[in-house]
């Protein structure tokens, strides 16, 4: 069974940067063809962020192009997701998907201003 655990969260001024971790268990991650990020704010739905495919090709929601980077590493079993120039709006529970159905537990960044 794949598990997704993410690490890297925390507290930071606005501006500033993270770089969040989520690495797999149960299955390598070489052979996973759709890895992406959601968050989801206090108070509002869950929403997608950015996804990595197989082929390496990238796509971010527009919120975040241009700031968060998704990458990965097949051979630390590791996805990864900078975040640069954090802003207020970006706190929220960062979870780790992987297609069809599975989630990591999230790990909480919270940016202040």
């Known amino acids: 069974q794949v598990q997704l655990v993410e690490s890297g969260g925390g507290l930071v001024q606005a501006g500033g940067s993270l770089r969040l971790s989520c690495t797999t268990s149960g299955r390598s991650i070489s052979s996973m063809s759709r890895l992406a990020w959601y968050r989801q704010a206090p108070g509002k739905q869950r929403e997608w962020v950015a996804t990595?495919?197989?082929?390496?090709?990238?796509m971010y929601a527009d919120s975040v192009k241009g700031r968060f980077t998704i990458s990965r590493d097949n051979a630390k079993n590791t996805v990864y997701l900078q975040m640069n120039n954090l802003k207020p709006e970006d706190t929220a529970v960062y979870y780790c998907?992987?297609?069809?159905?599975?989630w990591g537990q999230g790990t909480r960044v919270t940016v202040s201003s």
């Open positions: 998907f992987n297609s069809p159905s599975t």
């Open positions: 990595i495919i197989s082929t390496d090709m990238t």
